[in-house]
């Protein structure tokens, strides 16, 4: 209930501490983990948010826009995707536990500026992907778009992004 009168030191701790361990190691260790291993509450979010798509790696997206995400289920990318209180709950709870650990995106995002809810127009994502021709994404129906992120990651079902199991239908292993 302290949380207004602690906010204004946790501002000026955090990027301290977490500064150094985010830009030196964050993204390597990421790219090679799987989902969290958290038997019943994995098996929920996959059931319940990976019917249309992937159910994503909570990793890839910080607290702020899994909130942002969970408390708009209503209309979800213009669908609905809404779910009973106590799931909406739960499944919010094991994705912001299990939320990116760059903790410091409050800090340096443009002022008025909302956390992404997507995670393709992330800044990681999009300089992971950018050098992806276009045309190899949109024009192929064997894709679609770039959301669709198992069908040039061989191992995302089972939350594994490395670089070694990427895969382009149509076009095939990509080397670089
Ligand atoms: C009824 C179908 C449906 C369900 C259920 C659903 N989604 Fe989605 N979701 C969509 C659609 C459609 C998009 C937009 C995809 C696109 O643009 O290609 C989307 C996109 C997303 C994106 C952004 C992907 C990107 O482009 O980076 C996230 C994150 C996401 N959903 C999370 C969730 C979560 C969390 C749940 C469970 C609470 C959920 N979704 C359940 C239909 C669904
Ligand atoms: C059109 C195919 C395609 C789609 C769809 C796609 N990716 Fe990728 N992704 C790639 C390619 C190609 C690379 C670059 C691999 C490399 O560095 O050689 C990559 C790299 C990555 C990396 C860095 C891997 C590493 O070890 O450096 C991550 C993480 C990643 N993608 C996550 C995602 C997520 C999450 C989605 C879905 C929201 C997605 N990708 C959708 C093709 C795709």
Redesign the pocket.
């Known amino acids: 209930m302290k949380q207004s009168l602690n906010q204004p030191i946790i501002h000026l701790m955090i990027p301290l501490l977490f500064l150094s361990t985010s830009v030196l190691g964050d993204d390597e260790r990421e790219h090679h983990r799987s989902y969290p291993q958290q038997g019943a509450a994995l098996e929920q979010y996959k059931q319940?948010?990976g019917?249309?798509?992937l159910a994503?790696p909570p990793r890839f997206?910080g607290k702020a826009s899994w909130n942002q995400?969970?408390l708009s289920?209503g209309n979800?990318?213009?669908?609905?995707?809404e779910?009973e209180p106590n799931e909406q709950q739960e499944?919010l709870h094991f994705?912001t536990q299990n939320s990116s650990s760059r903790r410091w995106y409050p800090f340096w995002k443009k002022k008025g500026e909302e956390a992404p809810?997507?995670?393709?127009?992330t800044r990681s994502f999009r300089h992971e992907h950018d050098e992806i021709p276009r045309h190899l994404v949109v024009n192929n129906p064997k894709i679609?778009?770039?959301?669709?992120c198992e069908r040039c990651h061989t191992g995302a079902s089972e939350g594994s992004f490395n670089e070694h199991q990427v895969h382009i239908p149509g076009f095939g292993r990509w080397d670089d």
């Open positions: 319940e948010c019917s249309c798509h994503y997206l995400i969970m289920l979800h990318f213009g669908e609905s995707a779910l499944i994705l809810i997507r995670i393709t127009k679609g778009s770039l959301s669709q």
